[in-house]
Structures are given as C-alpha cells and as structure tokens.
C-alpha cells in the first residue's frame, strides 16, 4: 500500500509539475510576442533615430536596459526570497512592464512632431521603468522556476517556450508589425506601444494560472539599502564556481554594447532600407526558437556549461558577419545583411541558459540572490556603452565590432575553467 501511495504521490507531483511548465511556456510565448514589437537591436534604436538620431543616446540604451535589470533586482531579492508565492510578484511586474508602453502609446498618438526637446528624456525615463520593471520580473520567473521545475526540465521549458513564442511572434509581425511600420510620419508606433503593453498585460496574467504552495515565513525582513550590494559582493568574492562563470557573462555581454548599432551599420553602411527592419526582427525571432531547444536540450543532456560555450563561439561571430557586410566582402550584401540578426538571436538564449547554470550553483532559497547577483554581472560592462557609441561616431566604426568580438571569443575559452554543477553534484552524491 505505501508503494501505490508513493506511486500516485509522485504521479500527482508530476502531473502539477507538466500543468506548471505548460503555463510557464505560454507565459513565455505571450510575453515574447510583445517583445518581438520592441527588440532591443532593431525596434528601440529605430525609435531612438526617430525621435533624435544621436549615436551617443543609441549608446544609452544598452546601459539604461542592464542597470533596469541589474540593479532593482538586487534591491528586490531579500522581498522576493520571503514572498510566500512567487508568481504575484511575476503577475504584478508584468503589469508594471505594460503601463510604460501604454502611456508611450497615447504620448505618440498626441504628438505631431516627435523631435520636440522633451521627448528624447521623456523616451528614456521610461525606457529605463520599463526595464526596472523586467529584471524583476525575470528574477521572479528564475526563482519560481526554480521552484517549480527540475533542473533537467529547464532546458525543454527553454527550449518549448523559444519555439513556440518564436512562432507567434513571427506570425504576429507579419500581420501587424509591418503594416504599423509602413505607416507615413512614424504614426505606426501608436499601435506597435499599445500592442506591447497589451501583451504584457496578458502575460502576467497567466502567471496566475500556476500552481504553487506558499513558502514558510522564514523570518526575514527586507535588508538596508546597502546590503543587497555588500550580499552580492559576498558571493562574487567567496564562491568560485560563481566568480568563474560571473567572468564569462561580463566579457559575453560586451556583445550587447554594438546591439543598438547594428541597424544603424545596416542603414548606413550596407545599404538597406526601412522596409527591412521587419525582416531582421523575423530573422531574430526565428532564430531565437531554432537555438532554444538545441541549447536547451545540450543543457538537459549534458549541463548548462557546454551550452553555454558552444553558444559563445557562434556569438562572436556575429560582429565580423556585420563588418564583411559593410565591407561588401559578401556579394548583394543589402540583400543578405538579416543573417547578422540571425545569430544575434542567441544572446538571449544564452543569457537565459546562464541563468539556468546559476541556479544549479545553489540551493533554493538561495536563488533570487544569486540571480540577481549575476544580473549585476550582466550589468557592469554597460558603464562603456556610451563610450562605444561615441567611439562609432568618430573612430572607425570597425574597432568597436571587432573589440566586442574579440571579447566574446575571450568568455568562450574561459568557460573550460567553469565547473559543472550536475556533474560535480553527481560525484558528491557518490563520494
């Protein structure tokens, strides 16, 4: 009788568990076809070129997104740690992700002339609650996941929610977002902000929809503002394993630093046009649901660590891709210039899988501060990024991208020094 009782246990277990991964997939898959309608590399630095056109503020970009999901993580971890349930604060930051697009929305259906002095501030401001706004809402879909799923199912929870999310974000391109960008004067963008606010509205949602316990009152209380910072130190000084691979994010993400540059090289260098910023989002986006499930299913089969590493070589391939490009080394290079954005659609895989490989550093409780400790790794090469956008202003522009390349390629061989947390767990079970 306890063999039957313990069968139907961990038939029930399994069953919540497969209805918790199925809802956090179709979490997944909302939340990326609003985000199709403002990616980072094609979207945004467009609008930035609409409403200002400086290479400088192109530059702010990167900084302002890193810090948004760097910092109020951190200051957050210690309350999310304590929160009895993990998806309220995911349904309420996906909500707070939303009302920054929607008020962009009405501002831009308002406004005739969108070069007015205050709209580039305006833009920003809000740009950086949108992204204050997302790095907590990551740090809560982290730990939630890492409350909910095994960590051998992670990589198929990637991998289903990249396909599937890839799917109808193209599909949702194709029918709205290319319409709304051919629309004259820029007016298109009215509907293209009230379209991401809406599905991040969805998105937090379905959050709702997941079965979850209430964690236990462990006691603790927020920390001062200072020691979130000084517990992030912590780790970083006094666990190798973390530092090891805290090393390899720093130097991956200085890949992020050319992200808003790579439309303008497209424009000005290679000779494409506004019509084809709807091509290089579908490439992106397609892209990001081919590499998903490979990478997630290399991570289930043999660890996170050598996802992570065969990610990083493709990666740095990217910005000597888009320099043969500008240089025409590659015939009809107008016409072919979307494969840059092809392999551009890695880098949030792999910052998703490095996030995976940093919950297996730790036991659970210990999870939102170690996500939002690596986070703060994501975010403190961005400090330069300014910096690159005024260097591709009045330097070669080619020193940049190969730079970035040359660092990516530098994270890659380092991650032959990270260990793999499965294996190493495995061998201490059996010691």
């Known amino acids: 009788m306890e063999g039957q009782d313990d069968r139907e246990v961990r038939s029930d277990q399994a069953k919540i568990e497969n209805r918790n ?24 630095p467009f609008v930035v070129d609409v409403i200002s056109g400086a290479g400088w503020m192109r530059g702010l970009l990167p900084i302002l997104s890193r810090v948004g999901q760097s910092v109020p993580p951190l200051m957050y971890a210690d309350r999310l740690r304590s929160h009895p349930l993990k998806k309220l ?13 929607l008020l962009l929305s009405a501002v831009w259906y308002g406004l005739e002339d969108r070069r007015t002095w205050w709209m580039p501030p305006f833009f920003l401001v809000l740009y950086f609650i949108f992204f204050s706004a997302t790095g907590i809402n990551q740090l809560a879909f982290g730990t939630l996941q890492g409350k909910l799923v095994r960590p051998n199912r992670r990589g198929f929870l990637l991998g289903v929610g990249g396909v599937i999310g890839s799917f109808f974000a193209v599909t949702a391109a194709l029918f709205w977002l290319q319409p709304w960008l051919s629309i004259p004067n820029h007016d298109g963008f009215t509907w293209v902000f009230l379209f991401n606010g809406t599905a991040f509205l969805a998105a937090g949602c379905v959050a709702l929809f997941c079965v979850e316990e209430r964690d236990k009152d462990d006691g603790l209380r927020p920390m001062k503002i200072i020691q979130p910072f000084a517990t992030a130190w912590k780790i970083f000084l006094h666990d190798q394993a ?81 320099i043969m490009f500008a240089w025409g080394v590659i015939p009809n290079a107008a016409e072919w210039f979307w ?3 092809v392999l551009l659609g890695l880098t949030p895989v792999l910052m998703r899988t490095i996030l995976n490989y940093t919950l297996e550093l730790v036991e659970e409780q210990h999870h939102p501060q170690y996500l939002s400790t690596m986070k703060i790794m994501f975010a403190l090469p961005f400090v330069f990024s300014p910096l690159v956008g005024f260097l591709i202003d009045t330097i070669p522009y080619e020193i940049p991208f190969f730079g970035v390349s040359f660092l990516v390629i530098l994270s890659a061989i380092l991650t032959f020094q990270m260990v793999e947390p499965r294996h190493q767990f495995s061998a201490n079970e059996g010691s």
């Open 339 to 341: 494969l840059t954005f």
């Open 89 to 101: 604060p995911l349904f309420a930051t996906a909500i707070a992700m939303a009302l920054p697009f």
């Open 242 to 322: 973390f530092r090891k691979a805290a090393f390899v994010s720093m130097l991956f993400i200085s890949s992020l630093l050319v992200f808003p540059h790579y439309q303008w090289l497209g424009m000005t260098k290679v000779g494409t046009s506004e019509t084809d910023l709807i091509y290089w989002v579908i490439a992106q986006n397609i892209s990001v649901g081919f590499y998903s499930p490979i990478l997630g299913r290399i991570a289930d089969q043999f660890g996170n660590r050598l996802a992570i590493r065969i990610g990083l070589f493709a990666v740095s391939l990217t910005p000597i891709l888009a």
């Open 21 to 44: 991964l199925a809802t956090l997939a179709l979490q997944n898959v909302v939340l990326r076809v609003g985000w199709i309608f403002k990616t980072e590399s094609v979207i945004m």
